[in-house]
C-alpha cells in the first residue's frame, strides 16, 4: 500500500533552518502534485507550499515567501522543504500530501490531497 513518509523534522532556536522531506515507495514523486501543511494542536491545519506535477511552485502562506522553498529531488524521490529563518510560531507538525495522479495543479483545499503521511514535528525555541 502507497504511503507516504516525512523526516527531517526537530528542534531549532528562532532564526534557525530545517530541511523536511517527503519520500514515498511504491510510486514516482515526479509525477505527482505535493504539498506541505502544517497544524499546530488546537487550530485548523493550513497549506504551506506547493509544487505541482509540472513543478510549478505555490505558496499559500504568505510568510512563508522569501524564507520557504519546496523542491523535488527526483535522484532520491523526495520533496523537500526547505525552512530559513523560522519563527516560535511555526512550530507545528508537518505533513506532506499528494493529489490524485493527473491532477495536475495545486489547491488551497486539503480535501482534495488524498494521500497523507504521519507527519514530522517541528519545534522552533530558544
Known amino acids: 500500500q502507497a504511503q507516504l513518509v516525512e523526516s527531517g523534522g526537530g528542534s531549532v532556536q528562532p532564526g534557525g533552518s530545517l530541511r523536511l522531506s517527503c519520500t514515498t515507495s511504491g510510486f514516482n514523486l515526479d509525477y505527482y502534485t505535493v504539498a506541505w501543511f502544517r497544524q499546530i494542536p488546537g487550530k485548523e491545519r493550513e497549506e504551506v507550499l506547493c509544487i505541482s506535477s509540472g513543478d510549478v511552485t505555490q505558496y499559500f502562506e504568505n510568510s512563508a515567501k522569501g524564507r520557504f522553498t519546496i523542491s523535488r529531488d527526483k535522484a532520491k524521490n523526495t520533496v523537500d522543504l526547505q525552512k530559513n529563518g523560522l519563527k516560535p510560531d511555526e512550530a507545528a507538525g508537518y505533513y506532506c500530501?499528494?493529489?490524485?495522479?493527473?491532477?495536475?495543479?495545486?489547491?488551497?483545499?486539503?480535501?482534495?490531497?488524498?494521500?497523507w503521511g504521519q507527519g514530522t514535528q517541528v519545534t522552533v525555541s530558544s
Open positions: 500530501a499528494t493529489r490524485p495522479p493527473y491532477e495536475y495543479y495545486c489547491s488551497a483545499y486539503g480535501s482534495v490531497y488524498v494521500l
